[in-house]
């Protein structure tokens, strides 16, 4: 699986919410997500097992591993997802054979725009941000899917000099190790 990825810092998160909300299709309506995400040491992309705790809807957990460049504006990531059950048994079983990087904590708004997901985060320790999901068919180019992107962009007002390069990850150990 593979789509186009975005992702800013946004300045006034009530604001951009409000925005998204009015762009996005309203059919699924907009969900508010509590995740966390432990990222694992992997020799090629990233690791991490998602949890949602606390969650009133029954949500399995899920193990993720996906390739994406490191560089601002849209880009492509490809990646796979497997469900996990026992979310505690294979944490555990991760943490002893790959060893782990840290911990993302977020809440997420999750909107629907046609073919992209868009998510309003607010990640612990570390501020609040968007990201863009471009939800690329077999039929679509990666250049269809980042035009995609830069219109949703202008129509949200993101900023060129807002768009970040790595994970919240990434961020968060630059923030702690200095």
Same mark, same amino acid.
Do not use: W
């Given at each position: 699986?593979?789509?186009?990825?975005?992702?800013?810092?946004?300045?006034?998160?009530?604001?951009?919410?409000?925005?998204?909300?009015?762009?996005?299709?309203?059919?699924?309506?907009?969900?508010?997500?509590?995740?966390?995400?432990?990222?694992?040491?992997?020799?090629?992309?990233?690791?991490?097992?998602?949890?949602?705790?606390?969650?009133?809807?029954? &949500?399995?957990?899920?193990?993720?591993?996906?390739?994406?460049?490191?560089?601002?504006?849209?880009?492509?990531?490809?990646?796979?997802?497997?469900?996990?059950?026992?979310?505690?048994?294979?944490?555990?079983?991760?943490?002893?054979?790959?060893?782990?990087?840290?911990?993302?904590?977020?809440?997420?708004?999750?909107?629907?725009?046609?073919?992209? &997901?868009?998510?309003?985060?607010?990640?612990?320790?570390?501020?609040?941000?968007?990201?863009?999901?471009?939800?690329?068919?077999?039929?679509?180019?990666?250049?269809?899917?980042?035009?995609?992107?830069?219109?949703?962009?202008?129509?949200?007002?993101?900023?060129?000099?807002?768009?970040?390069?790595?994970?919240?990850?990434?961020?968060?150990?630059?923030?702690?190790?200095?």
């Amino acid at each position: 699986m593979c789509n186009v990825e975005i992702k800013a810092k946004i300045h006034n998160f009530d604001d951009f919410l409000a925005k998204a909300i009015a762009i996005s299709d309203k059919n699924p309506p907009p969900k508010v997500i509590n995740m966390i995400d432990t990222f694992y040491k992997v020799n090629s992309g990233r690791l991490k097992l998602r949890e949602y705790p606390g969650h009133e809807e029954a &949500r399995v957990s899920e193990l993720v591993h996906y390739h994406r460049e490191d560089s601002t504006g849209a880009k492509l990531s490809r990646y796979s997802k497997v469900p996990v059950p026992d979310p505690a048994g294979l944490g555990a079983i991760l943490a002893d054979s790959l060893g782990v990087i840290g911990q993302v904590k977020k809440v997420r708004h999750l909107l629907i725009s046609g073919q992209t &997901r868009i998510h309003v985060d607010r990640v612990h320790n570390l501020g609040d941000f968007m990201e863009l999901e471009v939800m690329l068919t077999d039929s679509d180019s990666v250049e269809a899917g980042q035009m995609i992107a830069q219109q949703l962009m202008k129509q949200l007002g993101v900023a060129e000099a807002d768009l970040l390069a790595g994970a919240y990850m990434d961020m968060l150990l630059e923030l702690n190790s200095g």
